[in-house]
């Protein structure tokens, strides 16, 4: 069989380069090894948030005397059923990917993808032709020497989404978005949590005052967080394990149920024909130029096997514009300055573009607006007083950063991400008329601070 485009994998980037080639008149198929949708649909963002929902169903409950409903019984959580959901929901997620696929005439290829040639690929055993062939394969957990995985006292964010039982202690190693929210999922469901950050200061990549915003509020949850913590050793036993960290305090011993690894994620190029083909690779991901071309002619690559930001959104954006290259257009650049990045604990964290830390460092003139959420009516009247919005402007007054903690501030991130894509200034934001009362007045407030700041 000879197609077009062969994509192997079906995550974000895959099945999104698959359907736009498609449109795009080219005969396509998708290569794929486990369930439509990737790690995303199936084991990464929409599983978490299902579970995350759960989670602050759980909290509601908990806390609905204080909006004047009173329940019959206390709230319990059942681990089993709230993993069953979840599954469901990946489940419906993923026959959704099937249908956009066969809607718009994508052949799935079961199987194993392996590159036997620049213009053919094995699958199985069974060879596909093709003009192009497109790299989407996604990336796993990180598995770490020091921290060996059992997938029963260790284990990774994978197992994290379908355990059995809601553990009674856990220590989480490593602080990024997939360690802060199964931090902030499982504490919340009753587990007793341990969070281990490496780094100073816990969601490294986050503007410092996020950081120390969400630390605090894991701290009011009875998160024990360790800070610019190593963890030497982690020695699985018959019903917990012991974990040896050196911290601020010198070496401590931590006893936990379960130990969490999320340190990162590690690109699935093994077994791909890569050496094979001569292929480069750096630093354990593909190379490729602006255009997502490898160093083999007719062989792209995207997503999270590259050396761009390891988000399912990147992702999509990069399979749409490598889809668009080979079949003859020219699409703009992709801006990675403007990339929103999210964080689903509670109060969530939505940010985009330059921290302050990061403007200082690169010698920028800036100033800041900043509006707290304990002024928001919106934010009073839920109950969800806690965060801020802060806002980073240039000395033109255009936005450069916009950094948001807060109750759902996640779904206020695309106002700031476009404002920033445009190029808009702190005025032109604080003439903008937002509706009130919301959240997303937090936004225009200071943006407002900063403009009437540089008028002072």
């Not at 009173?70 to 469901?88: G, N, Q």
């Not at 036997?116 to 596909?128: H, I, P, Q, R």
């Not at 009073?380 to 801020?388: L, Y």
Request: charge should be negative.
């Amino acid at each position: 069989m000879r197609y077009d485009i062969i994509v192997i994998g079906s995550g974000p980037g895959g099945y999104a380069a698959a359907i736009r080639a498609s449109q795009l008149g080219r005969k396509v198929a998708v290569v794929e090894r486990a369930e439509e949708g990737g790690t995303c649909v199936n084991w990464g963002c929409i599983p978490t948030k299902a579970l995350i929902r759960s989670a602050h169903v759980f909290n509601d409950c908990r806390n609905a005397g204080s909006f004047g409903v009173e329940l019959a019984c206390d709230p319990v959580p059942d681990m089993a059923k709230i993993v069953a959901r979840s599954r469901t929901v990946a489940a419906n997620m993923s026959k959704g990917v099937q249908f956009l696929l066969k809607k718009n005439n994508v052949d799935v290829i079961h199987g194993f993808g392996r590159l036997a040639s620049a213009s053919s690929v094995d699958v199985d055993g069974t060879l596909y032709e093709a003009g192009n062939i497109i790299l989407a394969t996604g990336a796993r957990p990180r598995e770490l020497p020091s921290i060996p995985v059992d997938h029963k006292h260790v284990i990774t964010s994978k197992d994290a989404l379908s355990l059995d039982r809601l553990p009674e202690s856990m220590v989480v190693i490593g602080s990024g978005a997939i360690g802060s929210e199964f931090a902030w999922l499982y504490a919340t469901l009753g587990t007793k949590v341990t969070l281990v950050e490496y780094m100073p200061q816990i969601m490294p990549l986050e503007d410092e005052e996020v950081a120390a915003a969400v630390e605090r509020s894991f701290r009011r949850m009875r998160v024990n967080v360790m800070t610019s913590a190593t963890v030497r050793d982690v020695t699985p036993g018959e019903f917990d394990c012991e974990v040896v960290v050196e911290g601020k305090k010198g070496e401590e011993r931590l006893s936990a149920e379960i130990v969490l690894s999320a340190t990162g994620i590690q690109p699935n190029i093994e077994g791909l024909g890569l050496e094979e083909l001569g292929i480069r690779t750096e630093r354990g991901r593909v190379a490729v130029d602006s255009s997502f071309r490898t160093s083999v002619e007719g062989i792209y690559a995207i997503g999270d096997i590259i050396a761009t930001p390891a988000l399912a959104h990147v992702a999509t954006a990069e399979a749409i514009r490598c889809a668009e290259i080979i079949c003859g257009l020219t699409p703009a650049e992709i801006d990675y300055g403007t990339i929103p990045s999210c964080v689903f604990t509670s109060p969530e964290v939505a940010s985009v573009g330059l921290t302050e830390k990061q403007a200082q460092e690169r010698g920028i003139e800036y100033r800041v607006g900043r509006f707290p959420f304990s002024s928001s009516g919106r934010a009073m009247a839920s109950g969800e007083r806690e965060g801020f919005a802060k806002l980073i402007f240039d000395s033109e007054e255009r936005l450069i950063g916009a950094h948001l903690v807060g109750a759902n501030v996640t779904e206020m991130l695309g106002e700031a991400a476009l404002a920033k894509q445009l190029g808009v200034t702190a005025g032109d934001i604080a003439r903008t008329i937002h509706a009130h009362p919301t959240m997303s007045e937090g936004i225009m407030e200071a943006a407002m601070q900063a403009s009437e700041a540089a008028k002072a």
